[in-house]
């Protein structure tokens, strides 16, 4: 099933020509009382939902995706999680490119060398708006990314059992300046993480291991790959990141960009495709 939020706090499900809403059947939610949790309630409470999902969604109206406006599939992950470096073909180039590794040891290492990274939470934005382009004397790249959504908490999860705890996969922009300093201070700019169009849940895609994707910008390919060529699979990551941390419901993983990587710049649209989950245009606009 294809689960999106859309029109400020709507739930729907995506089917072909838009999206049916399913809102009525998200009622039981719990209310937030303070302090929050560290999870993403919906994304916690999906399991025992689906029933009522399909129930919602039987004999509803279609509306038109020209007529919603969707929102962020996880609205409150407790973290954002990322890989540097995990497809060797971009390991390569940018130890080739000096204005991508800028002398830092530390970007040309391999992922097991330098670990995961977590992106700040208020870089995160919808399929709906626009990036955000502060630093302009600096280059900012496009970075598509298989993004794994953590459907159940979990600690040395093994890379066996570690399907059985994804809700789900979404696509994942990872935007960058690039220069010298820490990822997660180049990769943390408002706008700078995008999640969308909407949530495929994970019994749909039974293998993330095989799935085709394509960045294009101003309709000129970037990057298309294959997540058959990812260094660590995502199983893989999951064992690798619960082992230092625990995994929330609704923590994000970014899987790692392929070769590709390119500069966008103010008026640039970039179009994002993965098989299996679907697209989004992101234009990039001045900040
Ligand atoms: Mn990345």
Redo the contacts with the bound molecule.
Sequence with gaps: MKICRFDKGRFGVVVDGGVKDVTFAFQSLPKATYPYPVHDVMIAALPGLMTAIAEAANGTEVLPFDQVTLDLPVANPGKMI???V?YQKHLEEVREQADLHHNNTAHMKQIKEIGLFLKAGSSLVGPNVPVQITKTDRRNDH?I?LAVVIGKAGKNISAAAALDYVAGYTI?I?M?VRGSED?SFR?SLDTFSILGPWLVTADEIPDPSNIDFELTVNGATRQKANTRDLVLSVPELIEYASSFYTLYPGDVI?T??PEG?GEVKVGDRMHAAIDGIGDMTIDIVAG
């Design positions: 990322a890989a540097p995990n970075e990314e994942g990872d960058t990822r990769k970014f790692g960009t990587v």
